[in-house]
Every structure is written in structure tokens, then in C-alpha cells.
């Protein structure tokens, strides 16, 4: 199985500053034939579950606001909130659907 | 608007079987494949199953290869999960998703059953 690992474990931000998630994969999640990057990224608050942010890596959900945004290609990727709201506390996780045993990372804790 | 509805929580003891359902509304049913994903207290999400909603192909995790069970009703578009031989180390909250592209992204969630396994 592919293993996703996301660091830092927890961070703490300033309401209005920048919260940056980091993930990689222990190999790569691009297909060749299509050139896209077969990663998600997920927001859980306490009591509910998971809510779809992004996929294929950078692609923004419908109605995900634009502060957030997803970057990178291969192994490694980023989750940027790029002005921390407090409806922004939350955990959040990585997701690889490149082989169909889909695995998540750890989650990142984001906090103020 | 598309929607999961899944069953109350439940209370096992060791050794037994549960069996959970996901109502889905909203969508053409067999248009989307749909998983069961686990989270254990504090823990990572944790990938049990999918089903070809169309057809009822499956595909399990390893990890519970032996003990679950996913199936479907398509004339009342629900999904229904069952895991057997209950530990106390299966106590979680159980989702289900929806998946887009058959094996991509899920998109939609159900909001949970609390399965709990105690003596």
C-alpha cells in the first residue's frame, strides 16, 4: 500500500496568516498517461466527518473557499490556507487514489 | 441535493456481527461506486471496501478481507456494510463516500455510525 505521511503533525497560526500542510507519498501518485496527480485533500471538525477540498491535487471542491489551494506533483504536496479564518480550525488529511487501496495521511491539526 | 443517510449506532459485544446501511438520495445510484471508510477515535481515516453500485463488484482492504461484507439494493439505493467476528479494537465511527470516476475522490459523505464493542 502506498503510505502517506503529512507533517507538521499540529500547527498553530494567527488568524489572517498563512497555514501550509505538507504530504508525501512513498511513491509516486501520477499516472503517466494522463499527467495528473491522483491526491486529494480533506478538512474534518470535531463531531463530522470528512469534507472533500481538493482533488487531482490542485482542483478547488465546488463552494471551497480560494484561500485554500493545493500544489504539487510526484510525491510531494501541499495543502496553503492562505489567510487563516477561525471556521478554519480543523484537521486535515491527505488522500491518495492512485491504487485502488486508498490510503490517508496522519492528518495536520491546525489551530490558532 | 445528494445526501447519505446512514444507520443509528450500535452497541456489540466481542464476537459478534453489524451490519450498517447508507440510504442515498439525490443522484442516479448506480452511477457512482461508494466506500466504507472507518475512523477510530483520534485516528486516521482507514479504507474498508468499495462497491460498484452498477453491478455490485467489490473490493476489500486486507486489513478486513475476511470479515466485511459490502452489498447493495439498488431499487432502494442503499449500501450496506457488514463486519463480523466484532473486536473491541473495531470500535469507531463507520462512513460511507461516494466516489467520483468509479475509483477516484470521494466527494459526498454520510455522517457516520457509532459502532461500539464492548464486553
Known amino acids: 500500500d502506498i503510505v502517506m505521511t503529512q507533517s507538521p503533525d499540529s500547527l498553530a497560526v494567527s488568524l489572517g496568516e498563512r497555514a501550509t500542510i505538507n504530504c508525501k507519498s512513498s511513491?509516486?501518485?501520477?499516472?503517466?498517461?494522463?499527467?495528473?496527480?491522483?491526491l486529494a485533500w480533506y478538512q474534518q471538525k470535531p463531531g463530522q466527518p470528512p469534507k472533500l477540498l481538493i482533488y487531482?491535487?490542485?482542483t478547488r471542491e465546488s463552494g471551497v473557499p480560494d484561500r485554500f489551494s493545493g500544489s504539487g506533483s510526484g510525491t510531494d504536496f501541499t495543502l496553503t490556507i492562505s489567510s487563516l479564518q477561525s471556521e478554519d480550525v480543523a484537521v486535515y488529511y491527505c488522500?491518495?487514489?492512485?491504487?485502488?487501496?486508498?490510503?490517508f495521511g496522519q492528518g495536520t491539526k491546525v489551530g490558532i | 441535493q445528494v445526501q447519505l443517510v446512514q444507520s443509528g449506532a450500535e452497541v456489540k459485544k466481542p464476537g459478534a456481527s453489524v451490519k450498517l446501511s447508507c440510504k442515498a438520495s439525490?443522484?442516479?445510484?448506480?452511477?457512482?461506486?461508494m466506500q466504507w471508510v472507518r475512523q477510530a477515535p483520534g485516528q486516521r481515516p482507514e479504507w474498508m471496501g468499495w462497491?460498484?453500485?452498477?453491478?455490485?463488484?467489490?473490493k476489500y482492504s486486507r486489513n478486513f478481507q475476511d470479515r466485511v461484507t459490502i452489498t447493495r439494493d439498488t431499487f432502494a439505493t442503499t449500501t450496506y456494510m457488514e463486519l463480523s467476528d466484532l473486536r473491541s479494537e473495531d470500535t469507531a465511527v463507520y462512513y460511507c463516500?461516494?466516489?467520483?470516476?468509479?475509483?477516484?475522490?470521494?466527494?459526498?459523505w454520510g455522517k457516520g455510525t457509532t459502532v461500539t464493542v464492548s464486553s
Open positions: 488522500q491518495q487514489y492512485y491504487f485502488t487501496r486508498w490510503t
Open positions: 511513491q509516486s501518485v501520477i499516472y503517466s498517461s494522463n499527467n495528473k496527480s491522483y
Open positions: 439525490g443522484y442516479t445510484f448506480s452511477s457512482y461506486a
Open positions: 487531482w491535487a490542485s
Open positions: 463516500a461516494r466516489v467520483q470516476g468509479q475509483y477516484y475522490y470521494m466527494d459526498v
Open positions: 462497491i460498484n453500485a452498477a453491478n455490485g463488484n467489490t
